[in-house]
């Protein structure tokens, strides 16, 4: 009886570690592709400005469907600056005050 137990116990541990793993592995995907977003709509922002907003709108996206409040807060605070640097004051404010709200 003891020994069901204890390989019941090892196997819950165990099914718990391979969660967490894939959990952090998932946020660290999702972090790449709203990095590698944002990147390309800050190089686009002055030569192609409605595929920059495109582009932000997937890392917008992706970051929303992440659930991670740090991963949101730092997609909301590279949005507000490349906004910033559009001289579009209103939807910087809105994106930095959202990054305010997850931190």
Do not use: P
């Amino acid at each position: 009886m003891l020994k069901i137990m204890l390989k019941k116990l090892i196997l819950t541990i165990f099914l718990l570690c391979v969660q967490i793993v894939f959990a952090q592995n998932n946020f660290s995907i999702d972090k790449e592709k709203i990095r590698r977003l944002v990147k390309s709509a800050s190089e686009l922002e002055y030569t192609n400005w409605s595929q920059a907003q495109i582009l932000i709108d997937k890392a917008d996206r992706i970051a929303t469907q992440s659930n991670d409040k740090e991963l949101q807060a730092w997609f909301h605070a590279d949005a507000a600056t490349i906004y910033y640097d559009r001289d579009i004051f209103d939807v910087s404010l809105k994106y930095s005050m959202e990054a305010y709200y997850f931190k």
